[in-house]
């Protein structure tokens, strides 16, 4: 399912995030929905969806939208009092209650070394289901990130969706996590699909555990984009998110 989130600033005065909060934000969910003492991980576990009690990753999470801001160089600085995020993972009814108890009325501080943003969240909102048919239009609500491994090189290529054959990486990932929900193989050749491009496409840079031995930087891109495709696919990519590094806030959209 889907939900909106609504942000409250516990401290108006304290209202200046890093650019690239993302890794963070991530940090927090993965946090949230392992709670091994929570009803929430115990219905992931006993419905198959957490294995041998591992963590639970299945989610991805929108950027912030912060109706008023400004950027000054690597800072956000937040002049709304409320800010909205969309959080989607597993779409199964019985998650609705246990992610609202879980996420309601949660304090959570986000940011860096350098400063950091105290948040209530103040709603939680199930979001309706779109109608999902065999061609959609999305458009990024975070950057989608994919891959791909060269042979004898030790990092990936980072692909752009302008890439020749990018379509065949990003149907390729949309039928892996088919199977991871579904327990079984898309009946389709994985390679069936169109992708179309609906925009100009930008690329992003996000920094991922800033300021830590493991940073690292990784490109996603915004875009709109069409698919063509088994409606069960679609659904799929809409509620897990596209491409790779969902847990990360890559690769969350909305249909239009």
């Known amino acids: 399912m889907r939900y909106k989130l609504t ?16 890794f963070e934000l991530g940090s927090w969910f993965y946090r949230m929905v392992n709670q ?12 198959g969806y957490v294995k041998k009690e591992g963590p639970f990753r299945n989610f991805v999470f929108s950027h912030l939208m912060v109706p008023d801001r400004k950027i000054e160089g690597d800072r956000l600085l937040i002049h709304s009092e409320r800010i909205g995020l969309i959080f ?4 199964d009814e019985s998650l ?10 949660t304090h959570f501080l986000l940011g ?15 979001l309706p289901e779109p109608e999902f048919t065999d061609k959609m239009t999305f458009k ?20 752009s969706p302008e890439t020749s054959g990018y ?19 898309h009946p389709h050749d994985p390679l069936v699909g169109k992708f179309k ?44 998110g596209f491409g790779e590094k969902n847990h990360l806030g890559f690769g969350c959209c909305e249909s239009l």
Do not use: W
Request: aromatic residues 10%; hydrophobic residues 40%.
């Open 197 to 240: 491009l609906r925009s100009p496409v930008t690329q992003k840079g996000i920094t991922v555990q800033s300021g830590n031995p493991g940073q690292n930087k990784l490109i996603g891109y915004q875009l709109r984009f069409r698919l063509q495709a088994d409606p069960a696919l679609l659904k799929v990519g809409y509620y897990l």
């Open 167 to 185: 379509a065949r990486f990003f149907y390729e990932n949309l039928h892996r996590k088919f199977r991871l929900l579904n327990g079984f193989d």
């Open 112 to 126: 860096d070394r350098i400063s950091q943003v105290s948040f209530l969240v103040e709603a939680v909102e199930p």
């Open 140 to 159: 990024t609500l975070s950057p989608l990130h994919l891959t791909m491994k060269i042979p004898g090189r030790k990092n990936e290529l980072f692909l």
């Open 88 to 91: 989607s993972t597993i779409p």
């Open 7 to 22: 942000l409250k600033l516990a401290d108006p005065h304290r209202n200046i995030l890093p650019v690239n909060y993302q």
């Open 96 to 105: 609705v209650p246990l992610i609202m108890e879980c996420f309601q009325k």
């Open 36 to 47: 091994q003492d929570s009803a929430l991980y115990a219905y992931l576990v006993a419905s």
